[in-house]
Structure formats: structure tokens, C-alpha cells
């Protein structure tokens, strides 16, 4: 049996701050502006690709469904498991989604790289970013902790926190309330 006083309180610190770290973003000029610029990218790129590792990319997996059936984008993630396991066996893991992009021929000035990561830092998610940063596609970076460095994505959201679950939970959040906005401006 759980204690009633464990709950409801542990749980209100945890979603006050999700509340907090978003709105430190929305209330920031740079920031705001940043999710002003994500919006148009997501409702205007041809192409938008997703990447990110664990939970973010269960995100990315989970946007890219909701952008193709209530938006109508064309969102792509890399989810084949066998096509994964080829990639990261042949190239290895930190190549796995630079390999992924350069097959579907991603580079193009209409096309939008979305590259979450939670601490900014994982090496399959930079090494793309990066690589994308010299080509015509928009790189899009959204991460927590110290965040991408500025060469590795040509925008960027930056939660201040240093907790996944947070991180994981406004990310996603966010990405939500863009696609209603899309799906409300249609």
C-alpha cells in the first residue's frame, strides 16, 4: 500500500518543474524565437527526419506518427531493427544514423533534421548533426544538461535541467504543441 502523502507531492515537484524548465524557453527572446522557428520549419520542410537514442527515440518515433497522420508531413525515423543492427554492425554505432540520412538521400534545402538529445553529448546524434550543419538541410538540435555545441546544429532549444525524465517529458511536450498548432492552423 503506498503512504497518500508520497504521491501527490513528489509528483507536483516533478511536473512544476517540467512546467518551469518550458517556460524559462518560452519567456527567454532567444528561446522564444527558437520555438517560433521550429514551428515554420516543421509545418514548412518537405522532408523531416528524427533522431535521437532510448527515450528520445521513442519521441522521435512517436512525432513522426503524429506529424504523417494529423499533419500529413512526410516524417521519417530510423525503426527497422534489422536495418539498425546493419548499420551499427557495418559502420558502427556512432555512424549508424549519419549512415541512415546519407541512404535517404536527407541534404536538401527543404529538409529538416530534428536531433534530440538529452545531454547533447551522444556521439550518434552529434556526428550527424554536425555532418548536416554543411549542407543545405536545417539542423535542429533540442536537448538538457550542457546542450550541442554551436557548430553541431544551426538552431537550437536548450532546457536548463539535468534530468532525463524532465528533459524527455518537455521535449515531448513541446513537440505536441507544435504539431496542435499545425494541425489548428490548417
Sequence with gaps: MVKEEYIPENLLQFYAHISTTFQEVYNDKLGNQMLKDLYIL????KRIFLIGNGGSAAICDHIANDLTKRCFRNAEVLTSYPLITC???????????????????????????????????????TLPAEYYTNTDMTVFGISGFNGFKTNEVDKHIHFKSR????????????????????????
Design 42 to 45: 516543421m509545418k514548412d520542410s
Design 87 to 125: 548499420l551499427a554492425n557495418d559502420f558502427g554505432f556512432e555512424e549508424m544514423y549519419l549512415r541512415w540520412l546519407q541512404i535517404k538521400c536527407a541534404g536538401n534545402d527543404d529538409d529538416l533534421l530534428i536531433a534530440i538529445s538529452s545531454s547533447g553529448e551522444s556521439p550518434d546524434i
Design 163 to 186: 534530468n532525463y525524465g524532465q528533459i524527455e517529458m518537455v521535449t515531448e511536450m513541446m513537440l505536441h504543441g507544435i504539431i496542435e498548432e499545425m494541425v489548428n492552423a490548417r
